[in-house]
């Protein structure tokens, strides 16, 4: 297996990119494909011992954040996110990863790799912290209108994700909305509630905003301009409250000492409010393995961002959700999957 990694995505790349993925190829004895300027790729290389893991295909454009990204995509044919997007169109490398322009990346993807057999439109899959661990949430970004049949689709999609990736035997799939009642929501979530509790999945029901980070639910649906909203602000709470906490603790030496004590705890929450332990967000619905990383990604995001490629290739995930959607189509049909 070879994971192609755009080198120049990201605020901090290339040095950050490649020291990531040099860190995910030698940890883990993952294959990394470095696409980008080779001169800066080999100068950052050339610290380190690569073990053989680790190769470079040169690319000689970058496509910036501010740029209309279909149009970049087609005209910068030679940019670090095509070319690597199109080593796994070619079958030589089996995953993309990407901390550049997310809507490059997903232009990339959706021209080279296309979709799966039976997805409209492709989700943006967000891992959010919960009280008891992680929850799943899709749409965050990729669709800002979404239909009922595409909230369908992100509900058997993130099924498929929590299950094979998140390790969970049963993820509890819910709807987000206004209320729990089956009569709140809009005219979306109203019409996309009998969908999905007809899609063979453990489907809960309505959930609100309160239930995503109390554990109760695994799988959050819901479209992306909400999903992008809730992440967001969920990241600025995180922000928020850490440096509230450095703030009251610095008011007085009594919390300073107490602070001495707590700090493994204090470490430990940083950790699990920390983007860069989750690596990045996978592009599900197109025909092969996309990870999108947030912009400001550092190595450590880099190399987790490599290691869940590698997990969702290993898992065949791509092939799961088309399977799942092949056998809702028997089921609808009058047939049985059992």
């Known amino acids: ?34 696409v980008g300027d080779e001169k800066q790729v080999f ?5 380190s011992d690569t073990g053989g893991l680790v190769s470079v295909v040169h690319a000689s454009e970058v496509i910036g954040m501010g740029e209309p990204p279909a149009v970049a995509v087609r005209r910068k044919r030679d940019s670090s996110i095509v070319r690597a997007t199109q080593l ?39 891992v959010l912290p919960n009280e008891k661990s992680f929850s ?9 209108d979404s239909k009922p049949v595409n909230l369908l689709q992100f509900g058997i999609m993130g099924y498929q994700y929590a299950k094979k990736i998140m390790g969970i035997d049963n993820p509890r799939v819910g709807l987000l909305s206004n209320g729990e009642e089956t009569t709140k929501g809009n005219e979306t979530t109203l019409a996309a509630f009998p969908q999905l509790q007809n899609a063979g999945i453990n489907f809960i029901g309505n959930v609100e905003g309160r239930d995503i980070f ?5 799988v959050i649906v819901c479209d992306g301009f909400i999903g992008n909203i809730v992440l967001k602000a969920g990241e600025g709470m995180a922000f928020m409250l850490l440096k509230m906490i450095k703030e009251e603790i610095s008011k007085s030496w009594l919390a300073k000492s107490g602070a001495v004590l707590a700090k493994p705890a204090l470490k430990a929450l940083q950790k699990r409010l920390d983007y860069n332990e989750y690596g990045g967000a996978p592009f599900l619905g197109v025909n092969g393995v996309s990870i999108i990383c947030h912009g ?10 490599v290691k869940l490629a590698r997990d969702s290739v290993d898992n065949c995930l791509v092939e799961e959700i088309g399977a799942s959607l092949v056998n809702m189509e028997y089921r609808e049909a009058g047939g049985s999957v059992e």
Do not use: C, H, W
């Open 296 to 305: 400001s990604s550092k190595a450590m995001a880099i190399k987790n961002a």
């Open 214 to 218: 109390s554990g109760g639910v695994d």
């Open 1 to 34: 297996m070879k994971i192609a990694v755009d080198a120049m995505g990201g605020d901090f790349s290339p040095r950050e990119v490649v020291k990531g993925a040099l860190q995910a190829a030698m940890e883990y004895g993952i294959s990394v494909i470095l």
């Open 88 to 126: 796994v169109k070619d079958g030589e490398a089996s995953a993309v990863v990407s901390a550049g322009s997310t809507g490059a990346a997903m232009a990339s993807a959706l021209i080279y790799l296309g979709r799966i057999k039976g997805i409209d439109r492709p989700a943006i899959a967000g």
């Open 43 to 47: 100068a950052e290389l050339d610290k």
């Open 136 to 144: 799943l949430m899709l749409d965050v970004g990729a669709n800002v």
